[in-house]
């Protein structure tokens, strides 16, 4: 299907404003081909370069993927550095192209336990989009969802310490200003792809109301048509947020 086709399958009054995706199934759609994990990961993030085209065309607000967990650390060196490899390269071969085209690009995560290569090019990347006007590209990174209400939990604690606020000043909304996801719209549709059926720690706080839509395939071989798919199937749901749609 051409890209323009593609684009005309989608009602731009259902959109979603803002997509995550957890982007799994790489080690397991290497091992179908008798490969090794490590061609899951670059054939992901030859998925991840289209997902992002597709986002960019379609002009969708924001999108955030999620590309290390804080548990992934847990993997076996060779992953774990292979994946910091390829992040590293993503970045060098991508971010003149995302600036091209607008993209906002942001990390949302800890950051300070990557190599100083890979936090200097995080810091030149953002420096370079801040002011794009684009899609907000969000990538996560040593992310954890606990990790991160900790850290708001953390930063709020210190100004109540300080007597910058009051305990009884913290709010939702004062909360959500502490999160990696301050100024992003709420993530409305959370993709999961490769087939299981959980969070795994992404964006706990930012999903309470988010619509999920899981599929089997695995990430290298999910397609911008499955993609938009979802953003069809995104505009058929009966969104509540615990109340009643009178008809
Ligand atoms: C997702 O694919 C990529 C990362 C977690 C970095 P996986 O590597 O988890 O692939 P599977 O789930 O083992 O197939
Ligand atoms: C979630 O996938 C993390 C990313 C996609 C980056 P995992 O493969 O790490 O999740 P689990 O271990 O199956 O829960
Ligand atoms: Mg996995």
């Known amino acids: 299907m051409t890209a323009d086709n593609l684009l005309n399958k989608v009602d731009k009054t259902k959109m979603p404003r803002h997509v995550a995706i957890i982007m799994d199934g790489n080690g397991r759609w290497a091992s179908l081909q008798g490969l090794l994990r490590s061609a899951g990961h670059t054939a992901g993030v030859k998925t991840l370069k289209k997902i992002l085209t597709t986002a960019v065309n379609l002009k969708l607000e924001a999108l955030t993927v999620y590309a290390f967990s804080t548990e992934n650390w847990k993997r076996p060196l060779t992953e774990v550095e292979f994946l910091m490899h390829l992040f590293s390269e993503y970045l060098e071969n991508e971010k003149m192209e995302m600036h091209q085209n607008n993209v906002r690009l942001k990390f949302f995560g800890r950051t300070e336990d990557f190599s100083p290569l890979i936090q200097s090019q995080i810091k030149s990347a953002t420096e370079l989009m801040k002011n794009n006007t684009g899609v907000k590209f969000n990538i996560a990174a040593d992310y954890g969802g606990q990790d991160e209400i900790v850290r708001a939990?953390?930063?709020?604690?210190?100004?109540?310490?300080?007597?910058?606020?009051?305990?009884?000043?913290?709010?939702?909304?004062?909360?959500?200003?502490?999160?990696?996801?301050?100024?992003?719209?709420?993530?409305?549709?959370?993709?999961?792809?490769?087939g299981d059926l959980r969070i795994s720690n992404f964006l706990l706080w930012q999903a309470a109301y988010a619509e999920l839509y899981f599929t089997k395939t695995n990430f290298p071989e999910f397609t911008p048509e499955e993609f938009v798919d979802a953003l069809i199937n995104f505009g058929k749901r009966d969104r509540r947020f615990g109340g009643v749609n009178l008809v």
Do not use: N, Y
Not at 159 to 175: P, R
Not at 178 to 184: F, H, S
């Open 153 to 194: 939990a953390q930063k709020l604690a210190r100004k109540v310490a300080a007597g910058e606020i009051s305990a009884e000043q913290i709010s939702a909304s004062v909360f959500e200003d502490e999160l990696d996801t301050v100024g992003q719209p709420p993530v409305d549709l959370l993709i999961r792809t490769g």
